[in-house]
């Protein structure tokens, strides 16, 4: 039955939540690719009249309790979320899948220590160990960026390491192995390309979650000082909450259109790889 | 006697798994104070310096510092010297408030505790309400209307929820206060205290419930439409029981597990959520100690909630893992 499985972009790509997902997602990269071409302002000076309701002249979404243009610093702001949220995805998937890799092909004590490891890295709640290092080390953009990849790789691990060892038993594996194979050439070329799959879905629902917890450490005031952040502002907008609500919606609005749309785009993910799973809301 | 055999055998692997779960207790814990301790020492320059931050100190006190921590001693005395101290519930002095972390710490528990367990359980009922209905009637109009209202109460940053929450229905509709746990102008006593306090919690508990709301909701559905599906439903079907009876007795029985779990395994979440809530509502709990320890750089306190908390978790999820233990013999039987 040949093209009976449409391709994997078009299973993708065909079910509503994941284009309102990948819709959503495009608003904000429209926002924070070109920032410095669509608004002349910058997000971080206080130059302009204080309290400005949205849409006076062009200021657009109005400004700040400082006088910060608030459409700069939302766009400006959708840069540094986006960015946080794919390099920390990024960064604790390839170490979820050395983890899971090392511990899944290598078996015995070295398993049993690597997952030890990882199930103290998933009780561990994240956020509160994320205040202690910011704050230890610094509240810097790359700090941030490293904590949450440190804190977020034990999910893709289990995963990995889950795949090595139904798939080390598998006849074309075993075959491999036969013909005598080197372990690392086994690893690569059998092994760890068929790990990718649950390694990506697992990975991809790191995006939300860190855009997310950026966000919170921010509005706690342990955000990187010298970059526009959405969860900051909100921390100045709630004591001008009655008077200048505007303030307040446009950078929440932002966050949760980030984290729906990267939460959709994730669960999108997942039914096609592998159409077996059902939506599910992780925890 | 032959039926004595199955439940002694249940009880003695039932023993066997809790022993085996409260043994993983000490050792996780453990860990954590492994991770703590290195993290101090990792720190970029001195440790002193790391947990004072930019806090002005005398000389006299860094010295004092510097003793009680050990640092003059070898690096592996000074880890026993922690563990000691972590075990003696000594989780250092807070600089700021010149005072034992851990009785600061004791001190602010119970109202995150109160805004915690207000919040989880009016989640856990309006979660499972919310599933029945839209399980009842399956792809329906009320069904998509919940299951979006999932989606997004799932993604909401609680501190912008809150900040909606307080412009709508305390600035606007002025129906809720907007800061603190009681009103400070009357002094009320006796029930009308009880009642102006369960007035100032409702709006952060229901700002702290919406992602359990959702979290709920979901699970309880879809365990439910899963469990309809199978044999014993169409048997209870069948032997023309009605179908309330069959949801609630049957279906409804079977998917409340997953949801007592997921509230038990998400204590961590949830504690995080608590601190955000506080700083929204003014709430006089660990909330505010976190942005206090924060804003002057009390790395002692920071930490110190750190290790609270995570006991806390470890605690939670050794019962949930009984309680699931219990309820579930495939579980134990692994």
């Not at chain 1, 440190?150 to 795949?163: G, H, N, Q």
């Not at chain 1, 919170?216 to 342990?222: A, C, K």
């Not at chain 2, 602010?108 to 805004?115: A, E």
Request: glycine content about 8%.
């Amino acid at each position: 039955m040949k093209g009976s499985v449409p391709p994997l972009w078009r299973r993708f790509l065909s079910e509503p939540p994941t284009i309102a997902g990948a819709a959503l997602v495009g608003v904000l990269l429209v926002l924070a690719v070109p920032a410095h071409l669509i608004t002349p302002y910058e997000p971080l000076r206080a130059l302009y009249p204080q309290f400005l309701p949205p849409l006076s002249g062009d200021h657009w979404f109005g400004t700040t309790a400082t006088g910060r243009d608030l459409f700069a610093a939302v766009a400006h702001g959708a840069r540094v979320s986006l960015a946080v949220g794919i390099v920390v995805a990024l960064l604790s998937t390839i170490i979820g899948i050395v983890v899971g890799s090392i511990a899944g092909y290598a078996g015995g004590w070295t398993d049993d220590a690597l997952m030890r490891v990882t199930e103290l890295f998933i009780i561990i709640p994240r956020f509160f160990l994320a205040l202690v290092v910011v704050s230890i080390f610094g509240n810097t953009l790359g700090n941030i960026v490293l904590v949450l990849a440190l804190l977020s790789w034990p999910p893709v691990a289990r995963v990995v390491r889950a795949e090595y060892l139904s798939l080390k038993e598998r006849e074309f594996v075993q075959a491999a192995r036969l013909v005598g194979s080197p372990s690392w050439r086994i690893v690569a070329r059998e092994i760890l390309p068929n790990a990718m799959g649950p390694a990506i879905i697992v990975g991809s629902l790191q995006v939300a979650q860190a855009i997310l917890t950026e966000a919170s450490l921010s509005f706690l005031g342990l955000g990187d000082p010298s970059l526009p952040s959405w969860g900051s502002i909100l921390v100045d907008a709630q004591r001008f909450l009655k008077s200048a609500p505007w303030i307040a919606l446009f950078p929440g609005f932002a966050i949760t259109i980030a984290v729906v749309g990267f939460n959709l785009l994730g669960d999108g993910l997942a039914r096609a790889i592998n159409p077996r799973s059902g939506s599910r809301l992780r925890t | 006697m032959e039926s004595a055999r199955p439940f002694i055998l249940g009880c003695s692997r039932m023993l066997t798994y809790t022993l085996r779960k409260l043994i993983q207790v000490p050792f996780l814990l453990f860990g954590v104070v492994v991770v703590l301790f290195l993290l101090v020492h990792l720190a970029p320059g001195d440790p002193v310096a790391a947990l004072l931050g930019d806090a002005p100190a005398s000389p006299e006190f860094i010295e004092e510092f510097r003793r009680h921590l050990g640092l003059d001693r070898p690096l592996h005395e000074q880890f026993l010297l922690y563990v000691w101290n972590v075990l003696h519930g000594d989780l250092g002095t807070s600089y700021y408030y010149s005072q034992s972390v851990l009785t600061l710490i004791l001190e602010r528990f119970p109202p995150t505790l109160l805004l915690m367990t207000s919040a989880l359980v009016a989640a856990t009922l309006i979660g499972i309400v919310l599933g029945v209905v839209a399980a009842a009637r399956p792809n329906s109009a009320v069904d998509a209307g919940a299951n979006l209202f999932a989606i997004v109460g799932y993604s909401l940053p609680v501190f912008w929820l809150g900040e909606l929450a307080l412009l709508v229905f305390a600035l606007n509709l002025d129906w809720f206060p907007v800061q603190g746990v009681n009103s400070l102008r009357e002094s009320y006593t006796g029930p009308a205290d009880v009642l102006d306090r369960a007035h100032h919690l409702v709006l952060p508990a229901f700002v702290l419930a919406t992602r359990y709301i959702a979290i709920d909701f979901r699970l309880t559905r879809s365990g439910i439409l899963e469990v309809l599906s199978q044999e014993y439903i169409l048997t209870a079907r069948a032997k023309g029981l009605a179908s309330r009876v069959v949801l609630f007795r049957h279906a409804l029985r079977n998917a409340l597990l997953p949801v007592v779990t997921v509230t038990g395994l998400n204590v961590g979440f949830a504690l995080s959520g608590a601190v955000l809530t506080e700083v929204v509502f003014g709430w006089p709990g660990l909330g505010r100690l976190t942005l206090d320890a924060i804003a002057h750089r009390d790395s002692p306190v920071l930490m110190g909630i750190f290790l609270f908390v995570t006991t806390a978790v470890v605690l939670v999820n050794f019962i949930t893992d009984l309680v699931y233990a219990m309820v579930d013999p495939r579980i134990r039987l692994k």
